[in-house]
């Protein structure tokens, strides 16, 4: 799950999330992926609305995320329709502002 992580002015981030899923039609397909804590907290999603059975791998951005201003790690979780949460996580440590 690649992952491009990007501080705006204005204080936000961007994320662009790579993902490979097992999409097979609308019964079980990626329906999001999460940016989440070091304790696990959910702190942005981004909704997948439709299978990407034809288009693999494919990468969605997630613009507009505020972040606690002391976070230095985040970790990115897959979520299936069937499978629910997915088993791995991705960790990135965020670039320190300015760099």
Do not use: C
């Amino acid at each position: 799950m690649p992952s491009r992580e990007v501080a705006s002015a204005d204080g936000t981030w961007r994320f662009d999330v790579t993902l490979r899923p097992a999409d097979s039609g609308w019964n079980h397909y990626a329906d999001r992926w999460e940016i989440l804590d070091a304790a696990g907290k959910v702190l942005a999603t981004r909704v997948l609305l439709h299978p990407h059975e034809t288009e693999q791998p494919f990468t969605r951005s997630l613009t507009g995320v505020r972040l606690p201003p002391d976070l230095a790690r985040v970790s990115i979780r897959a979520h299936d329709k069937r499978h629910g949460n997915g088993s791995v996580t991705y960790s990135i440590e965020l670039p320190k502002k300015g760099s």
